[in-house]
Structures are given as structure tokens and as C-alpha cells.
């Protein structure tokens, strides 16, 4: 079983949006899957009480109880859990850091947000515990070129000494609009620069946490 930390040091970065989006891509890639929500606004839950039909289960939870959860779902069979994480609870989030075989860090591209992270990275070498950035929320690319505060953003957080991931998650309403209704955005728009972006994340991910899929998996 692969334990994935979903974390972010603002309110706002998109945390909850990949949270669900990636345990739902997991789910949707034949993984079972849970998402376990140890941020008290309970954020992630509320979104999947609005889905219909199959899943990724669903468990709120705090992060001292992780690692019981862990073993019981391990048990269970579950092939990848989800852990979306408090903003500022530093024990929180440790706990799930600990506990994780990959952390990913959801930033925005702005100075308070790459700020903000910085002590999360620092916690991530310490416990020597893989981790990816993720930038999230930015500006569309125009004829294929970022904006200015994309490229400022991706140069600031190398200096983090973490890999960034090659996807970016963009500013797209069609996220939003998704989780209304407790789906990701390659459920609700299939095709769109959304969901490739979106999939695109997710596959980097799997690849990064799970290793090659094999034929039967990718079928």
C-alpha cells in the first residue's frame, strides 16, 4: 500500500481540489483507494458525500490515529491512501509525513505561499521522507508561454531542493464545478486541458510513488 500526504501551508492553494482529484484518479486507475481527511474543516469529506456511485472511501480522522488507519486498510487491501493534511498544524502534518512514502507540497505561484513552505520541505529532509512540488492555481500559459510570476515561481522553488513536477495545475473553473458534485475534473470534462492536466499530474505521480504499471493494471 502507497500512503500519499497531501499538504499546504495557505489556505487557498488547492489542496483540498488535488486531495480529491488524486484520490479519485487513483480510484479510477483500479487502486483502491482512501482519502483521509485530518483537516479540521473537513473539507475533503464534504466533497465526497456528494458523489454518487463508486469511490475512494472516505475517513475523517487526526493525524496521531494515521498509523492505526494505515494498518487497517493495508488489511483491507487498499492499494493507495490518500491523506489530505491541515494548513498549519505542524504535528499534523508530521504525522503524516512520517507515515507517507511520498509528500506532496501544493504551492501557488506567489511569495507568501513559497514562503510558507519552506519549513514543510525542511521537515521533509529531516525525517528523509520523499517529496514533489506541485504548483497549483496559476495562470494559463499563452502560446505556450508561462506569465511572469509561473516563471519567478518555478525559479524560487528549486532553491527549495525538492523536485517540482513537469505539470502545473492551472486556474480552471471546471476544478470547482467538479467537486460540487464530488468528481474530479476527468469525470466532469473529460478531453479538456483540465483533465489533461489533471491526468498528466496524476500519472507523474503514480509513476514517482508506485513504480511502472504493469499491462494488466493500465487495462
Not at 180 to 191: D, H, I, L, R
Request: glycine residues 8%; hydrophobic residues 45%; aromatic residues 4%.
Amino acid at each position: 500500500m502507497t500512503n500519499i500526504a497531501i499538504i499546504a501551508r495557505k489556505g487557498g492553494s488547492g489542496k483540498t481540489t488535488a486531495a480529491v482529484s488524486f484520490a479519485i484518479a487513483a480510484h479510477l486507475r483500479g487502486h483502491k483507494t482512501l482519502l483521509v481527511d485530518t483537516d479540521p474543516q473537513g473539507s475533503s469529506s464534504e466533497v465526497l458525500k456528494a458523489r454518487e456511485g463508486e469511490g475512494p472511501g472516505i475517513l475523517r480522522a487526526t493525524g496521531a490515529e494515521l498509523r492505526d488507519i494505515s494498518a487497517r486498510a493495508r488489511a483491507d487491501s487498499v492499494g493507495a491512501m490518500i491523506i489530505d493534511t491541515p494548513a498549519a498544524v505542524e504535528d499534523e502534518i508530521a504525522h503524516a509525513i512520517a507515515l507517507s512514502q511520498l509528500s506532496i507540497l501544493v504551492i501557488r505561484p506567489t511569495f507568501l505561499d513559497i514562503a510558507a513552505s519552506i519549513q514543510t520541505a525542511q521537515i521533509l529532509r529531516t525525517l528523509r521522507k520523499p517529496g514533489l512540488i506541485l504548483l497549483s492555481q496559476a495562470p494559463v500559459a499563452r502560446g505556450g508561454i508561462e506569465p511572469p510570476a509561473v516563471k519567478k515561481a518555478l525559479e524560487a522553488l528549486r532553491l527549495m531542493r525538492l523536485p517540482v513536477m513537469p505539470n502545473i495545475l492551472r486556474s480552471r473553473a471546471v476544478y470547482q464545478t467538479a467537486l460540487a458534485f464530488g468528481q474530479s475534473a476527468e469525470e466532469q470534462a473529460p478531453g479538456t486541458a483540465a483533465a489533461q492536466d489533471l491526468a498528466a499530474c496524476w500519472d507523474y505521480i503514480e509513476r514517482f510513488a508506485f513504480g511502472p504499471r504493469t499491462q494488466a493494471q493500465a487495462s
